[in-house]
């Protein structure tokens, strides 16, 4: 069965540290670009980085640039979202997400399958 497992979210003072891990089987991986994902309450899904299966493109929120990096690791199948300085803006919930076929990365139509997500809550 197809899984995308997100991990690493928490509770974390401004300024502070978090680096997010999605792990995919079941499919695949190789041949998916990855996206991330967040939505807070009352609030739209957003994207917030992308990473492209073959020639390492990454794409990112512009609020995000300079903070957020995305890597992977085929061989752990794992995706990477390592996110220094967050701010309370950063606080939602975030998922990865698996495109075959990404022309809009920030489109979640997109995507084919989507983990549960793990919660993020900036705050002092």
């Known amino acids: 069965q197809v899984q995308l497992v997100e991990s690493g979210g928490g509770l974390v003072q401004p300024g502070r540290s978090l680096r997010l891990s999605c792990v995919g089987s079941?499919?695949?991986?190789?041949?998916?670009?990855i996206g991330w994902f967040r939505q807070a309450p009352g609030k739209k899904r957003e994207g917030v980085s992308y990473i492209s299966k073959r020639d390492g493109s990454t794409r990112y929120l512009d609020s995000v640039k300079g903070r957020f990096t995305i890597s992977r690791d085929n061989a752990k199948n794992t995706v990477y979202l390592q996110m220094n300085s967050l701010k309370p803006e950063d606080t939602a919930v975030y998922y990865c997400?698996?495109?075959?076929?990404?022309?809009?990365?920030?489109?979640?139509?997109?995507?084919?399958?989507w983990g549960h997500g793990t919660q993020v809550t900036v705050s002092s």
């Open positions: 997400a698996a495109d075959k076929s990404a022309y809009t990365w920030t489109d979640p139509y997109e995507y084919d399958y």
């Open positions: 079941g499919f695949g991986w190789d041949d998916y670009d």
